[in-house]
């Protein structure tokens, strides 16, 4: 069964990564929270060969310097280096910033610290707090804060998708692309498991 599964998230990246990683080519990317790389570094390298990630685990930063050797590898914790990692083109954020105990602060590090052009954001959010921005003037680390029952992830926040969109509205950006991963049968996370309210957006800065 473990196979199956990893197999289905195998496919399941390649075709989300099919969507959105086209108008990545030739950029320079940095993405945020790799771990091994398998799903979404894999697929990312077949359209920019300019790639740096940012990951804490040590453990995968070996493993990825073995498996990507000609990708750039930062090992630093990016809830607190993105004010010194550069400039990027793009930055690919799949899967981890709902792991973050302050995912608000990071897209502003982004914005104001990274600047890029392109955003591309994945969020499993809180369906109950969708159509809410008030988070936004309290405090948002410790909206819908629940403990996962994976052992490799203890935190999660389940922020509502509108909480992204405020915040990256405010920033500068302006959304060109989502696709909601529930309302897509091939893209369920591993099989027999209920669909999560997942949400994948490309944002692009707003000139001026």
């Known amino acids: ?3 199956e ?3 289905s998230n195998d496919d399941r990246c390649k075709k989300i990564s099919d969507i959105t990683f086209p ?3 030739d950029l320079k990317v940095l993405e945020l929270g790799p771990m091994g790389g398998t799903h979404f570094t894999t697929n990312l390298l077949g359209y920019t060969s300019d790639v740096t ?9 070996n493993y990825l310097k073995r498996k990507f050797p000609t990708v750039k590898i930062i090992n630093k914790d990016f809830n607190e280096c993105l004010p010194y990692v550069g400039e990027f083109d793009a930055v690919v954020i799949y899967g981890v910033l709902y792991h973050s105990h302050a995912p608000l602060k990071i897209m502003e590090d982004i914005a104001n610290f990274v600047k890029p052009k392109f955003i591309l954001l994945e969020n499993v959010v809180g369906l109950e707090l969708k159509d809410s921005v008030d988070v936004w003037k309290e405090t948002p680390n ?7 029952d994976k ?4 935190l999660v926040i389940n922020l509502g998708q509108s909480y992204y969109d405020f915040a990256l509205g405010n920033l500068g950006y302006e959304k060109i692309d989502e696709f909601d991963v529930a309302k897509d049968e091939y893209l369920m996370s591993t099989p027999g498991e209920l669909k999560k309210p997942a949400y994948y957006s490309t944002w692009k800065l707003i000139s001026g």
């Open 142 to 148: 410790l909206h819908g804060k629940r403990f996962s």
């Open 23 to 25: 108008i990545l080519k």
């Open 1 to 3: 069964m473990d196979l």
């Open 151 to 154: 052992k490799t992830c203890n």
């Open 5 to 7: 599964i990893e197999q």
């Open 53 to 61: 990630v940012v990951e804490f685990d040590l453990f995968a930063v």
